[in-house]
């Protein structure tokens, strides 16, 4: 049984809007994407999804993490990833306690059980990072990771991966070859015209198929997410 976590007074769960303001315009637009999402996967099942940005500070761990809980508020046994291995930030916005995380499956150093918790939103459950390695991209490379994924595939109907800037690091492309689609967070008034188009390009490249971009634009009074897929 996957245990359940305490509470951490110190989270910054107001970001999560789908889950604390389900009825708001922006939580129905979270539940638009997936059902794009879905659409998309009819051919093909798209189980396992990840999430990159162009640049850092562009708000995909926020749109990662309200992603995840319209997948789990569809009834969707759901999985939310932290593979961010460098800057991890999941475990902001969930309750949080001490786990070997991620990197305590990739080390055997932790069972699946001991590893995830449950969230306060149904059917969602969180795998954060863990301890930070010194070689991130080595660990993302390994077979271990492909094995911990097939694992988790077999346990949960969805799986969200949030992961660093494609641009930053090869991460992000390195997973995108172990998960069924990726999808771009582009911010807004942030990330340039030409930055979004070589992060697009990377993707098309690595992933098993590219559904598209999330744009994230963070400078209204609350955020703003639109989805537009990919031409």
Request: aromatic letters at 6%; zero cysteines.
């Amino acid at each position: 049984m996957i245990r359940r976590k305490p509470k951490d007074s110190q989270r910054d769960d107001q970001k999560l809007i789908v889950q604390n303001k389900p009825l708001s315009p922006l939580a129905e637009q979270f539940r638009m994407i997936v059902e794009n999402i879905e659409l998309m996967s009819i051919d093909k099942k798209i189980k396992s999804l990840l999430i990159t940005s162009a640049d850092p500070s562009s708000g995909k761990s926020i749109i990662s993490s309200n992603l995840a809980v319209a997948f789990a508020q569809k009834g969707k046994k759901t999985l939310l990833i932290d593979a961010d291995l460098r800057k991890p930030t999941i475990h902001k916005y969930f309750r949080n306690e001490v786990s070997l995380g991620l990197m305590g499956l990739v080390k055997k150093e932790s069972t699946i059980e001991g590893a995830i918790f449950e969230s306060d939103s149904p059917n969602l459950y969180i795998l954060q990072a863990g301890i930070i390695p010194a070689n991130p991209t080595s660990i993302l490379a390994s077979e271990r990771l492909k094995e911990v994924f097939a694992e988790l595939e077999e346990l949960f109907d969805q799986i969200i991966v949030d992961t660093p800037p494609i641009l930053a690091v090869a991460d992000a492309q390195i997973l995108s070859g172990m998960t069924d689609a990726s999808v771009l967070v582009i911010r807004n008034d942030y990330t340039v015209t030409e930055r979004a188009r070589k992060a697009s390009t990377r993707l098309e490249q690595s992933s098993k198929l590219f559904l598209g971009a999330v744009f994230n634009n963070q400078k209204q009074k609350q955020d703003h997410y639109y989805y537009q897929e990919k031409e």
